[in-house]
């Protein structure tokens, strides 16, 4: 507990008055002390008896480098209290408030060094939200929560402070690979080993662009005018699946995990099923926007390593970033990231693996 300026103020205003009082008599200035020394005691017992208050932090939807969150905190004191609110907001965030009129575009400052400061009064539920700019991937936190209370008058102030702290996952940054050239999509289309084939349909005469490997050659062999015959097999979405490998030199996690996240974006919103391997982690061969949002999330979290020549070998695809620059590695080509980020920054990933009219280049 101590005092506010207005409470040094008061007492300033006490003792020039006692000086007063012992050089000229008491009489005249007791209508001014008496009232500001009860005024200074009450506001002692006041915010002594103030218990810390309640905090309870709603949890904080992950998101893109780039997007805007809502942090929202719910505060409930025993008896109602004045107060100011101060969140801290972690690296990697940024505190939006709104901008005087014309002096910033948009209206809005997003300010990486503020943390986020409310003043109201503290009732039960008494709701504080504050909005933050997502700068930089990773698990980001906000908290703990700094809560100054002071009496009516503002004269004594006291601080609790209370360990609310949340997190926000930051994805990292996802390009839309779409406006790359398509000679090296279909290097990428390349890496793309096909779907089961087990579950035979029919047998038909050759079409132009079927594959080889599907020709029946019993079946040929008993033709008399020396047409192909081709195996059919039962139609399925399955348009294959794909080995990613990511790994990165000292601080390069950032490229590693944006050329990463954008290389499985555009493989599992073809349908192809996807297994990444990163430093922190790997996640199974799956498609689907479960498995999508999981490998966001295995990438948020991933820091910088080399991964072994046999995980390398048994890779279809090969992320790697260092001091020479982050490069998709399919086979024995190698393909300059620079070169797929011709299209948009994403700011969100399909509600379905598959989008309808998607197919990877081939």
């Known amino acids: 507990m101590k005092l506010t300026r207005r409470g040094y103020a008061v007492v300033a205003v006490v003792a020039g008055c006692l000086v007063m009082a012992w050089l000229y008599g008491a009489r005249s200035l007791n209508a001014l002390v008496a009232p500001l020394l009860l005024a200074l005691l009450a506001a002692v017992v006041a915010v002594s008896r103030a218990e810390t208050p309640t905090v309870e932090r709603a949890a904080v939807e992950d998101g893109f480098v780039g997007e805007r969150r809502t942090v929202s905190l719910s505060l409930t004191a025993g008896n109602p209290i004045a107060a100011t609110v101060e969140d801290e907001v972690g690296d990697g965030l940024a505190t939006i408030r709104e901008a005087p009129s014309e002096s910033w575009r948009e209206g809005i400052v997003a300010d990486p060094e503020a943390d986020a400061v409310a003043e109201l009064t503290i009732a039960e539920g008494s709701e504080v939200t504050y909005d933050v700019r997502l700068t930089a991937r990773g698990e980001r936190t906000v908290g703990p929560v700094t809560v100054t209370v002071r009496d009516v008058l503002g004269l004594v102030s006291r601080e609790f402070s209370v360990a609310a702290t949340g997190r926000v996952l930051v994805y990292p940054e996802v390009y839309d690979l779409r406006g790359a050239s398509r000679r090296d999509l279909r290097t990428l289309a390349l890496a793309i080993r096909e779907g089961s084939r087990e579950e035979f349909d029919h047998l038909r005469e050759y079409d132009r662009g079927d594959s080889l490997r599907d020709v029946h050659w019993k079946s040929t062999a008993k033709r008399a005018d020396g047409e192909l015959v081709v195996k059919e097999f039962v139609a399925d979405d399955d348009v294959g699946e794909v080995a990613l490998l990511a790994e990165a030199g000292r601080d390069r996690a950032d490229q590693m995990a944006t050329a990463t996240a954008s290389v499985a ?98």
């Open 265 to 362: 974006t555009y493989l599992l919103e073809s349908g192809v099923r996807v297994s990444v391997a990163t430093p922190a982690g790997s996640l199974p061969s799956r498609a689907g926007h479960d498995h999508h949002l999981e490998a966001l999330r295995l990438l948020a979290r991933t820091g910088d390593g080399i991964a072994t020549d046999r995980a390398r070998r048994e890779a279809d695809v090969v992320v790697r970033a260092d001091e020479t620059g982050t490069v998709v590695a399919v086979g024995e080509e190698t393909i300059p990231f620079d070169r797929f980020r011709e299209g948009d920054l994403r700011t969100g990933i399909a509600p379905d693996s598959k989008d309808e009219g998607r197919e990877v280049v081939a």
